[in-house]
């Protein structure tokens, strides 16, 4: 059987439930995508990756199973929509994607303008090179620290104030949003709330 034939007879053994499934993970992957003018739904990219599949525009490796080949053809045209939209390349947004292992940590430090969520993870070699192009800008705006600049956008939210110093307080290793939750005795969704809020702060810091 060709491969073609294969992926066509894959695509048609998956349930409707699977489907939901696949829906609901690119959903919650992509969840700031509806931030772009002109994005389409999850839906839509998911509905062409299908197209692509069953037409063979799209090669399957064999070693993926069908609902991670067509995860992958979905990521790979959002990646490719937001490239289209200047959104740089090098930039994931993380926009709180992955449930309670968001990593808040990086969200405070390299904030950006780049991604539409408070925070972005940098793929390497650009990672390093980013960071700090983000961290001097920031620290030069007013001779200030990096901890007092935030601390001073933050002042008058005194819960995202005890994120800042706890991030702080913290250094060497991720703080998560269940840690920071922990850490503080607060309900992890404040802490998403607060990361939220934070992002509108800090918009202005490296511009």
Request: charged share 35%.
């Amino acid at each position: 059987m060709e491969k073609i034939e294969i992926v066509r007879e894959e695509i048609r053994k998956l349930t409707k439930e699977d489907f939901d499934k696949i829906l609901y993970t690119l959903i919650k992957r992509n969840m700031n995508i509806h931030n772009y003018p002109g994005a389409p739904s999850i839906e839509d990219f998911l509905h062409d990756a299908i197209h692509d599949a069953l037409t063979g525009r799209r090669t399957w490796r064999e070693d993926l199973d069908i609902k991670t080949f067509l995860m992958n053809i979905v990521r790979s045209k959002i990646s490719n929509f937001k490239e289209k939209k200047g959104i740089d390349k090098n930039a994931i947004s993380i926009d709180q994607k992955f449930g309670d292992d968001d990593n808040i940590h990086d969200s405070i430090l390299f904030s950006s303008t780049i991604g539409d969520s408070i925070g972005s993870v940098f793929s390497k070699p650009d990672y390093t090179k980013e960071r700090n192009r983000i961290i001097d800008k920031m620290i030069g705006k007013e001779n200030l620290d990096l901890k007092e600049q935030i601390l001073l956008k933050v002042s008058n939210d005194s819960l995202l104030t005890r994120i800042v110093e706890y991030v702080f307080d913290n250094p060497g290793e991720p703080v998560r949003a269940r840690n920071i939750a922990a850490g503080l005795n607060i309900d992890i969704k404040d802490v998403y709330n607060a990361n939220k809020r934070l992002k509108r702060l800090l918009k202005d810091l490296i511009r």
